[in-house]
Nanobody
Framework: QVQVVESGGGSVQAGGSLRLSCVVS????????MSWWRQGPRNERELVSQ???????HYADFVKRRFSMSRDNTKDAVALQMNNLQQEDTAMYYC??????????WGQGTQVTVSS
C-alpha cells in the first residue's frame, strides 16, 4: 500500500514563506514524477509544480521565481519552498506521485492560508 503524506502547511502573512514536505511510503514500483497541486475554495485543482526522478522541474507561471521544488530520492521525499506568498496562494496543497496514468497516488492535502 502506497501512502503520500504532506506536511508543513499553516497560516502566514502576505510576503511570508512556508515550506511544504511530502513523503511517499510503501511499495511504489516506479520512479514517480512528483508534483504539487492546489485547490482554492472556488477553483479547480491546478498544477503548481512537478519534478521528475532526475530533478528536472516545471512550474506554473503564477509561481515562477517564488516557489522552488526539490527532491530527495534517498528519502522518497519532495519539498516545496514557497516565498513571497500572496493571498491568492491560499489553498489546499496536494502532493501527487505518478507512475502511470493508472498508477497515481494522492496525499490528503495540507492547508496554506495567507492573510493580508
Amino acid at each position: 500500500q502506497v501512502q503520500v503524506v504532506e506536511s508543513g502547511g499553516g497560516s502566514v502573512q502576505a510576503g511570508g514563506s512556508l515550506r511544504l514536505s511530502c513523503v511517499v511510503s510503501g511499495s511504489i514500483k516506479c520512479r514517480p514524477v512528483m508534483s504539487w497541486w492546489r485547490q482554492g475554495p472556488r477553483n479547480e485543482r491546478e498544477l503548481v509544480s512537478q519534478i521528475d526522478f532526475y530533478g528536472s522541474t516545471h512550474y506554473a507561471d503564477f509561481v515562477k521565481r517564488r516557489f522552488s521544488m526539490s527532491r530527495d530520492n534517498t528519502k522518497d521525499a519532495v519539498a516545496l519552498q514557497m516565498n513571497n506568498l500572496q493571498q491568492e496562494d491560499t489553498a489546499m496543497y496536494y502532493c501527487k506521485a505518478k507512475c502511470t496514468e493508472q498508477e497515481t497516488y494522492w496525499g490528503q492535502g495540507t492547508q496554506v492560508t495567507v492573510s493580508s
